[in-house]
Structure formats: C-alpha cells, structure tokens
C-alpha cells in the first residue's frame, strides 16, 4: 500500500495542532494509484506553504510496489488561519526536469526512459539515479514541469514486459495533454487541492477535466465541511471555486 495516503490522512488534522507534530510512515512511497513521495514534496507542499501550512516531508527511503519498504517523514507547524490559493494560469515555463529511479533495475533503463522522453521534451534536463540499500526492485520515470505559478510532475512506473520507451511515452503522454491547455492545475493536483481549499474557505483554480474522482472527493468534503465547490465549464476546461 501507499504511506503516503497514509500521511495524507493525518496531515490535515495536524495543520491546527496545538504545538509541533513530527510523522513518520513506513510503506510504499512510489506506485501507479497513489501520489509520489516526490509529487508531495515538489508538487503539493510548495502550494500548501503559500496558504500558510508550514509543512516538511522528507523521503528517507524509497519503496516500489509490491515490495514496499520505504520511509518518510513529515514535520508539521500549526497554522493559525489557512488562506485561499488562486491558480487561474500556470505562466510560462521554466524549467523541465526528467528524472528515473531504478532500484535493483539496469541502469540502461533509465537511460533509455530518459533519452526517450529527451525526444518529446529536447529541452528537459535529465538525471538518471541508482538507488541503494535494498528498496527494489522498482522503476519510476518523471517529468518535472515548474512554471511560473506552479509546478506539476507526470509519472509513471516500470512493470515487467513493459519497455522502458513505452513507458516514457506514458509520460510525454500526459505532460503534453497537459500543457496542451491553458489550464493551470493537472488532473491528479487537482483532487490533491480539494481538501486544502476547503478548510481555507476559499480559493479557485483551472483544469482541463472535470474527472469523476474530483467530483466524488467534492461531494465527500462537502457532507463533512461547510463549503460549496461551483465546477463551472469554461471554453478551456473547467473553473473550480470554493466558498464558505
């Protein structure tokens, strides 16, 4: 199973502690149906600071499904008031980062997922990193896309008797569907920002689909939270706005 889901449950709770909270969750922290341990610290966490929710995760081991394995830790100050986030446009690009992790894998692996992504992408910077200590074996392949108002990060992961190319065009895939429409949030941020903005009352942003699984977690936090979301259509995507 995914600990990051695990951490992702606690979190909130701990934003409006009375005092300093430290976690650590044990499992696996980069699988295909959950958020990375690097989508939370380089995707979430960033946009969580600008809502004043001073958070810090750091990944101490990695671990792959099935196997598992991994570790991370979280260290949390309590917020006195959370404020909104608007994210209308993401702005330009600035940097574009592809990056695979192989663990007990053949390095020429990564190397071929990367040089594979280089072709969409002639513009990313490319890192190729060997993990140690026992934590495969396990493949992950990412693009990084920081932009101006947001960084978004596209993955996907190795599975026997898929090529590594196969699944670098996974991610391109995803990146230029992405950036293909001017809307600022991806599809799997998206659901990662419902809760935030709710417990902040306030905040809006754009994404290019509407997913089923949005709307459910919409639905969900508003039996429990006295908020309403609106998912208005607009000529690009969707607009998502949060009030109290």
């Known amino acids: ?45 960033p946009l969580l600071a600008r809502m004043g929710i001073s958070q810090r995760t750091t990944l101490i081991k990695h671990g792959f499904y099935p196997a598992g394995g991994g570790a991370a830790a979280t260290v949390v100050e309590p917020a006195a008031s959370l404020r909104g986030l608007t994210l209308i446009s993401r702005g330009e690009t600035l940097r574009t980062t592809a990056e695979a992790l192989l663990a007990a894998v053949p390095y020429h692996v990564g190397e071929r997922e990367v040089a594979t992504l280089e072709a969409h992408f002639p513009q990313a910077e490319k890192n190729v990193v060997a993990l140690e200590g026992g934590c495969g074996p396990g493949n992950a392949l990412s693009l990084m896309i920081q932009s101006e108002q947001l960084t978004e990060l596209f993955a996907a992961f190795g599975v026997k008797g898929t090529s590594a190319e196969a699944v670098a065009n996974q991610v391109a895939h995803e990146a230029r569907r992405y950036l293909a429409s001017p809307a600022a949030v991806g599809e799997h941020l998206a659901d990662q920002l419902i809760l ?25 936090v508003e039996r429990f939270l006295p908020v309403r979301f609106s998912c208005e259509a607009t000529e690009s995507g969707y607009l998502v706005r949060v009030s109290d």
């Open 1 to 45: 199973g995914s600990c990051m889901l695990v951490l992702q449950t606690v979190l909130p709770a701990l934003w409006f502690a009375d005092g300093s909270s430290r976690v650590e969750v044990h499992g696996g922290t980069h699988n295909q149906a959950a958020p990375s341990a690097d989508f939370i610290c380089r995707v979430w966490e």
């Open 196 to 220: 935030p903005l709710a417990l902040a009352g306030e905040g809006a942003f754009t994404v290019a689909r509407a997913s089923a699984h949005l709307l459910t977690n919409i639905a969900v």
